[in-house]
């Protein structure tokens, strides 16, 4: 069977919008990917986001009218981006479709993508992330951790920060979970701008509060997932600790085997360690609030 293939080059303020375009105008699939090889996609920390521009692969079917698809997607969006059509044989198709990035399942529901075209019809969450935006999707193996905790342990209703939440990965799977609300907080402009366009990708918009640390507001949360680092974990811990509800839940990852107990010394004093997961040589460790 013929496919034809059109790939748009466009700001990626534009990608939610572009996208529905794409599948009013008749895609069968639609997948994300990054802006080109030479792009800078995680710049210094503390500047300016580069990566303003994002690309997206469209499949058509071999009778569309992809001169037309063109014309109203330059209608739409100005002549700021790029678009390129080519026709795919059978091998080039499936070609094409193998050199997209692979989705992940994790614990007994999740299903990490980039793809808009991933219908699963088994009872999995599906949660989608703009790979062009040069943040993790879960695969590394401190983020996995946590993952795999909101699958088996997130109680619906529940109230969670991500702090250091980077891609907005964990904030945004435990709202499609069943979390009530969730503030993602980072350090980094180019994290906040990333939690917040794969917040819109996953229509979590509304029950989501993005910013960095100084501006969170007194919060009580139920849940706090920190993947971030021993040293800032240590330095957090009495933050972390009039954060979270009586019998709050804090996760704590992006701690190598040997620093383990140099985490759990500092939050000793306020919580008491209920669980230890270790995958790859990264520990995470699960503790529970103490209020006395």
């Not at 059978?90 to 007994?108: F, K, M, V, Y």
Request: glycine letters at 8%; a negative charge.
């Amino acid at each position: 069977m013929t496919w034809q293939q059109l790939e748009l080059q466009l700001p990626a303020l534009h990608l939610p919008q572009a996208e529905a375009l794409l599948e009013l105008l008749g895609a069968a699939s639609v997948t994300l990917l990054g802006a080109g090889p030479d792009e800078i996609l995680e710049p210094d920390p503390g500047t300016a986001p580069v990566w303003t521009v994002t690309r997206i692969r469209a499949l058509f079917a071999a009778d569309a009218d992809l001169d037309r698809v063109t014309r109203v997607l330059e209608e739409s969006f100005g002549t700021g981006i790029s678009v390129v059509a080519e026709t795919l044989d059978d091998s080039a198709w499936t070609d094409a479709l193998s050199a997209e990035p692979r989705e992940q399942r994790i614990g007994n529901r999740l299903l990490i993508t980039s793809s808009r075209d991933s219908h699963h019809n088994d009872g999995c969450v599906a949660v989608r992330l703009n790979r062009g935006l040069g943040f993790g999707t879960g695969e590394h193996a401190t983020t996995r951790l946590c993952l795999e905790w909101l699958d088996a342990e997130l109680t619906p209703g529940a109230k969670v920060l991500d702090y250091g939440c980077g891609s907005g990965i964990l904030a945004i799977t435990a709202l499609k979970l069943g979390a009530r609300q969730a503030w993602a907080v980072d350090i980094e402009p180019q994290a906040l701008e990333a939690t917040a366009a794969n917040s819109t990708l996953n229509v979590v918009s509304d029950n989501l509060w993005i910013g960095s640390p100084e501006r969170l507001p007194e919060i009580e949360a139920d849940v706090i997932l920190a993947n971030i680092l021993a040293r800032p974990l240590i330095q957090l811990a009495p933050r972390f600790a009039t954060m979270l509800s009586d019998s709050g839940t804090a996760v704590l990852s992006g701690v190598l085997v040997e620093q383990r107990e140099e985490v759990r010394e500092a939050y000793a004093a306020h919580f008491l360690e209920l669980d230890e997961r270790v995958l790859d040589g990264w520990v995470c460790l699960v503790a529970r609030h103490l209020r006395y």
